[in-house]
Nanobody, 118 residues
Framework: QAQFLESGGGLVQAGESLRLSCAAS????????MSWSRQAPGKERELVAA???????NYADSVKGRFIASRDNIKNMAYLQMNNLKPDDTAVYFC????????????WGPGTQVTVSS
C-alpha cells in the first residue's frame, strides 16, 4: 500500500526558505508523478506543484518562481524547496503520487505544517 511521510515544515519569517521532504513507499516510485498540495485552515486543499517521473514540473501561479519541486527516483523521495515564503503560504503540506489515467494513489499522509510569520 502506498504511503507518504512528509517532513521539513516549521515556523519561519516571511522571506525565508524551507525544504520539504516526502518519503514514499509501497509502490513503484519512478513510475508515478508526484505532487505537493497544501491546506490552510478553513480552506480547501490546493495543488501547488507537480513533477513527472522524468522531472518535468508544473506550479500553481501563487508559487511559481518561488517553489521548486524535485525528486530522487533512487531514494524514493520528493522534495519541495520553498523560497521567499509569504504568510499566505501558511498551511499543512502534503505529497502524493498520481498518474493522469488512474488519479491519486493511496491515502494522504500526515502532512507537515508550514507557518510563515509576517
Amino acid at each position: 500500500q502506498a504511503q507518504f511521510l512528509e517532513s521539513g515544515g516549521g515556523l519561519v519569517q516571511a522571506g525565508e526558505s524551507l525544504r520539504l521532504s516526502c518519503a514514499a513507499s509501497g509502490f513503484s516510485f519512478s513510475s508515478y508523478s508526484m505532487s505537493w498540495s497544501r491546506q490552510a485552515p478553513g480552506k480547501e486543499r490546493e495543488l501547488v506543484a507537480a513533477i513527472t517521473s522524468a522531472g518535468t514540473t508544473n506550479y500553481a501561479d501563487s508559487v511559481k518562481g518561488r517553489f521548486i519541486a524535485s525528486r530522487d527516483n533512487i531514494k524514493n523521495m520528493a522534495y519541495l524547496q520553498m523560497n521567499n515564503l509569504k504568510p499566505d503560504d501558511t498551511a499543512v503540506y502534503f505529497c502524493t503520487a498520481f498518474t493522469t489515467t488512474t488519479g491519486r494513489l493511496g491515502n494522504w499522509g500526515p502532512g507537515t505544517q508550514v507557518t510563515v510569520s509576517s
